[in-house]
């Protein structure tokens, strides 16, 4: 049976990259869910695959969750097309929008096309560069495997969770010179002799008027 490798890379992010290899003959849902077996997102959000031609021009699309008014339309669902069914190219070319409400979107390409090896289990997460782009619903996902290392098993993960942010710890000013970038003391020294002298000078003229007055 042939396998399909796919190279599956953010829009916005090109240093994060998912290679996964799927049957011909699984489906688009397969597929959807692998990639996010492979992000840590949750899965269950609207989203879409869009054929595309090399210029990446979207026409027929593949929906998961679709909406009414695409249901009425007649779309094409993830979860009954098969793969091979809109592979046309050997580099064929998938435009794929996961999660309208706040989307990220992906560019795909079919990189090889493989034969099935005994014992693996497809879709099989074959390279992962860079980790994803953190959002709600995601869960940790180590981002350098290789065909050499064990075989991401999308069958068997964690149920998904919420990760909270990591924050570092802020450093705090030792005074409040130094929070506002204060004088140091030998300048604040050098302030106080300056009234001092002054001070010292007005009070012997005063003196010395006075005397001359009394003359």
Known sequence: MAI??????????????????IKSTQTFEDFHLAIHKSTGY???MASSFFVCNDHWIKSDEIAYLPSQRKIDRGVALMSN???????D????????????ERPYDFHIELVKILEEENGKQYPFLS???????KMPGTIPVPPA??????????LNETEYGYIEEETDDMDTANSVEELNGGASEDEEDEFA????????????DYDNNKNKDDY
């Open 4 to 21: 399909y490798r796919f190279k599956v890379t953010f829009e916005d992010y090109d240093d994060v990259v998912r290679d996964i290899d």
């Open 42 to 44: 949750n899965p269950e």
């Open 81 to 87: 097309t098969k793969l091979s069914r809109f592979i």
């Open 89 to 100: 190219d050997p580099h064929q070319k998938f435009y794929y929008t996961f999660n309208f």
């Open 127 to 133: 390279r992962s560069i860079g980790e994803a782009p």
């Open 145 to 154: 495997t290789t065909e050499d290392d064990e075989g991401f098993d999308f």
């Open 193 to 204: 002799d300056g009234f001092s002298d002054n001070d010292s000078s007005d009070s012997d």
